[in-house]
């Protein structure tokens, strides 16, 4: 029983993925994922002389744990917006509203199904790339296996914190946030005198103890997340009165805006962001990896032997870039096709929801990157950093509207798509995250060469957004 609803979770996954991206967009993703895995064996060389080897394997682990902990919180925390879409359809993980199995059986089910997902479709197609690079470069065969179990034990890792944070979270907020931090603290401390995970303790060293302690760590998460569930159902209070007298008040709010967006959508979008409760969901999957980046910044600096220097204005690259996941999270609030009996166009709503994005969000990056210049001791960077971030932010959110409209999430899984997105995402955030480093050796030119890149990335978003009625004019709400 439980293998056929593994299964039928696992085929519901991907209708899913091909109902909102092309078939043949979600199909070919992992093969340009394979791509990636090739080309991280061809520049390893370059990279170990740059960042050292033990270095340069911590980030990679890092990298895939943080993975792991996006791909979890994606799944665990958008699936009731899925629900929210496909309203007229029932998923699977809803089962036990209707069917005599547990809550806490299914959503097990459901982490299961997540791991082997991802596992299909990218762990193994990135081995599949490392596995020709391997070949073509002459690197040990065995070497590269052990290290890509070592890596996929850092993703399950960060998975099945995902998994826990989203449990708590069903209890209360304040118990995800006090959860999350002693786990937090529970693994830095855990780690301290070793490498960032314990799988990569036991590739670089081989003892039997720590790819035990890389299975069973996990296990004990999951484990106690499953506990932790319960059957739950969200449940709002009964109003009195509604939110039709706040339209009013918010499109005032908003008439600042009427010359780049309609002030009545934006008002709406925000009455349905508040009504619909997102606003708290949205601002726990921002401050979650904001969280993982602060601690990351401060276990870098504390925790580990090796120096990286990364600054204010590095994490003022990354801080800017994490937008992307806010304004994805508000196309998730609601199905859009009622609009198609208004007079309103994609574009409008694309737009809208683009300068709700910028008037709700903009205290949380700077709250979290000036606790990041305070714990690294660089408030004179801060300045600089905000500006960084906020031309990253509007840089990468405006070519995401303009790209994927309405449909950020899915149309991400589109191989075509996400290739066009990360060539017009990473180089900027390459060459400012090169000029981040290169600081303290000239400053003066540094600055000079971010102001320039920062005033071009200025210009596109400005392109990107007039572009976005030209993108969209044509495009219907079903």
Request: charged share 10%; glycine share 6%.
């Amino acid at each position: 029983m439980n293998r056929l609803i593994l299964w039928r979770m696992l085929q519901e996954e991907i209708r899913l993925n091909t109902s909102f991206a092309s078939g043949k967009g979600f199909y070919s993703f992992p093969i340009l994922v394979s791509i990636s895995g090739f080309l991280a064996i061809v520049f390893t060389d370059e990279m170990i002389t740059d960042m050292g080897y033990l270095g340069y394997l911590e980030v990679l682990h890092f990298g895939f744990l943080f993975y792991g902990i996006f791909a979890g919180s994606l799944a665990f925390f958008g699936n009731e917006f899925l629900e929210r879409i496909f309203g007229y359809l029932g998923l699977i993980i809803g089962l036990p509203t209707t069917q005599p199995i547990t809550q806490r059986k299914i959503t097990f089910l459901y982490f299961v199904k997540e791991f082997i997902f991802y596992s299909f479709f990218t762990l193994i197609p990135a081995f599949i790339g490392g596995l020709i690079g391997s070949y073509v470069y002459g690197i040990n065969l065995i070497s590269l296996i052990e290290f890509s179990i070592s890596l996929s034990f850092s993703f399950l890792t960060g998975l099945s914190f995902a998994y826990l944070i989203s449990s708590l979270y069903r209890l209360s907020w304040g118990f995800s946030v006090g959860g999350g931090l002693v786990t937090l603290i529970i693994y830095a401390l855990s780690v301290k005198d070793t490498a960032i995970t314990p799988s990569l303790e036991w590739y670089l060293h081989k003892e039997p103890i720590f790819i035990f302690i890389s299975l069973i760590n996990p296990l004990i998460i999951a484990f106690c997340a499953t506990i932790l569930v319960t059957d739950y159902y969200e449940e709002g209070t009964i109003r009195t009165v509604g939110y039709q007298d706040r339209l009013k008040e918010y499109i005032g709010k908003f008439n600042w805006a009427k010359q780049i967006s309609n002030p009545t959508i934006i008002s709406k979008e925000r009455i349905d962001l508040q009504r619909s409760k997102t606003g708290t969901k949205m601002f726990f999957s921002f401050a979650f990896p904001l969280a993982i980046l602060t601690f990351m910044n401060w276990f870098i600096d504390k925790g580990l032997p090796i120096q990286i220097d990364f600054n204010t204005i590095f994490y003022g690259v990354m801080v800017g870039f994490f937008g992307t996941m806010i304004y994805s999270w508000l196309n998730t609030i609601d199905s859009p096709t009622f609009y198609s009996t208004l007079p309103v166009t994609v574009s409008d709503v694309v737009r809208a929801r683009l300068v709700l994005f910028f008037t709700i969000t903009w205290w949380i990056p700077l709250l979290f990157l000036s606790l990041i210049s305070y714990m690294s001791s660089e408030i004179y960077l801060l300045p600089i950093g905000i500006i960084v971030m906020i031309t990253v932010g509007m840089y990468i959110v405006n070519y995401t509207a303009w790209s994927t409209g309405l449909r950020t999430n899915s149309a991400l899984f589109d191989a075509i798509v996400f290739l066009k997105f990360f060539v017009v995402s990473v180089p900027p955030m390459i060459a400012m995250t090169i000029l981040s480093l290169a600081i303290s050796h000239s400053i003066s030119t540094v600055l000079i060469a971010l102001s320039c890149i920062c005033g071009i990335l200025a210009l596109f978003s400005i392109f990107f957004y007039n572009k976005i009625e030209v993108k969209w004019q044509n495009e219907t709400f079903d």
